[in-house]
């Protein structure tokens, strides 16, 4: 039977001790290894080597301390026989791209507790196109208790040594999405994965605009394999501040047409968030108008080293030379620490900035006819340059002074306009609605925080478009 044959080949290790590889074995290069990944497996202490069945095959496996490599364990052939060399092929995976491991266990119902022991499983994190991950298992069967022991022991002990896995966490739900939604996201694929590796979690809902550009994809899986892995990104912050009293940290922040959009949406909560955003964009263009105002800003100046500036972060507001200044009417500013990448722009509204690169992306439209502001929106949506336009001003900066010169933010209860407020003018911060009457001051602080994400690919292949449009 089939059950024989696999146990017959799996025991060949039960009842001794795990076979210690002499150091030189680790030199024995395999065939298909280039020959840098020959240096590199040279170079590697062997931990441990034994048998166990992979993908119903009997495979000499060897653990390093970077890696788990399997070859085929098969009779002689003939040499240039190429079916042979094939079949013989050496596979390997990263250590550290495994975020849990298991003993396999046949349990019946009699069995409540534990079953059979049928091996180790594997739980390894993949990379699959546009920066998405996903989760995936690697069985290592053999039948031996001892066998068995030894490899578990030993892959828990070096999982444990992983400095930046969290051991706990606080996980936030988006109140701006259905609740049921979320908490059926969440429960179906977070929690599982999260409870997988061991890791603890206290739930609460708050917004966090940063997911989609740390990750470069809003996908549930690949931001917990992100959080599951230990895989950090140093990640640039702003201070909002008016007048020396802080406001708010952030990482981006829309003037005029971006903060009266927010303010419409945030008075029409009962909608569900795809129809309120819709629904606030197109009555915020029925009634676009400018700001006047007056912007300062002090340029990104690239020769300073980013660390340094973290370190010893010398006020250069008080160089007042090299501040520029602009004024006028202005439809919408934005200030971009980030990319911000989010569904209606996937390039992100700010495709020339980074997560920690020192800087920020000031992008200025100034007023316009409403059919050609609307193309620069819709331009977001495409692989199109959505600042080749006219009226369009990017800037890379450091610092920014927004001054609205009116002083009010144009509120008259006689007048019939909803982002209008007695409490200044509208601001959407991170998808927060901030209110302020007087001048903002956004100061970038490189670097500040370490968040977990993963390097980003460009993703070119647009296919997402505004349905308000």
């Not at 050496?90 to 550290?96: D, V």
Request: net charge positive; charged share 25%.
């Amino acid at each position: 039977m089939p059950r024989r044959r696999r146990r017959s080949r799996v025991s060949a290790l039960e009842g001794g001790r795990e076979e210690e590889a002499p150091p030189e074995a680790a030199a024995v290069p395999s065939a298909p290894l280039t020959s840098q990944q020959q240096t590199e497996a040279a170079a590697e202490r062997i931990l441990l080597r034994g048998i166990f069945e992979i993908r119903r095959g009997s495979c000499d496996v060897v653990l390093s301390e970077r890696a788990l490599r399997w070859r085929p364990i098969l009779p002689e052939r003939p040499a240039g026989d190429s079916k042979y060399d094939w079949l013989c092929k050496e596979e390997f995976i990263e250590l550290k791209d495994i975020f849990s491991v298991k003993l396999k266990r046949r349990c019946s119902v009699k069995q409540q507790r534990s079953g059979t022991l049928l091996g180790i499983t594997l739980f390894i994190c993949l990379k699959k196109q546009q920066n998405k991950l996903k989760n995936s298992t690697l069985d290592l069967i053999n039948l031996s208790e001892d066998h068995c022991d030894i490899w578990f022991r030993q892959f828990k002990k070096i999982l444990a040594g992983f400095p930046n896995r969290p051991k706990s966490l606080k996980i936030f739900l988006n109140p701006q999405s259905h609740k049921k939604e979320a908490t059926h996201v969440y429960h179906e694929k977070v929690e599982p994965l999260l409870k997988l590796a061991g890791i603890k979690t206290d739930v609460t809902r708050s917004t966090n605009v940063l997911a989609h550009s740390l990750h470069g994809v809003p996908h549930v899986v690949t931001a917990t394999l992100h959080i599951i892995m230990g895989h950090v990104q140093l990640v640039d912050v702003c201070t909002f501040s008016t007048t020396g009293k802080l406001l708010r940290f952030g990482f981006s922040a829309m003037f005029g047409f971006g903060g009266r959009t927010l303010a419409l949406a945030e008075k029409y909560r009962w909608m569900s968030p795809n129809q309120r955003r819709d629904f606030a964009v197109v009555k915020a263009l029925a009634k676009l108008k400018p700001e006047d105002c007056e912007i300062s800003f002090l340029p990104f100046n690239s020769s300073d080293d980013v660390q340094e500036r973290r370190e010893q972060r010398s006020p250069k507001s008080d160089c007042n030379d090299q501040w520029q200044m602009i004024q006028g009417q202005f439809l919408n500013v934005s200030i971009m620490a980030i990319p911000c990448l989010c569904s209606v722009a996937p390039r992100g509204l700010a495709p020339t900035t980074r997560l920690n690169n020192g800087s920020m992306a000031l992008i200025i439209a100034r007023n316009t006819s409403r059919s050609e502001f609307i193309k620069h929106l819709k331009r977001y949506a495409s692989v199109k340059n959505q600042f080749n336009f006219p009226f369009v001003e990017t800037y890379t900066v450091e610092e920014v002074k927004v001054h609205p010169r009116n002083n009010t933010s144009g509120y008259n209860p006689e007048e019939e306009d909803e982002t209008a407020s007695e409490n200044g003018f509208p601001w959407n911060v991170d998808g927060d609605l901030m209110e302020v009457s007087s001048e903002v001051h956004i100061r970038l602080h490189p670097r500040l925080i370490s968040l977990y994400g993963g390097s980003m690919e460009e993703v070119n292949d647009s296919k997402v478009t505004c349905n308000c449009f």
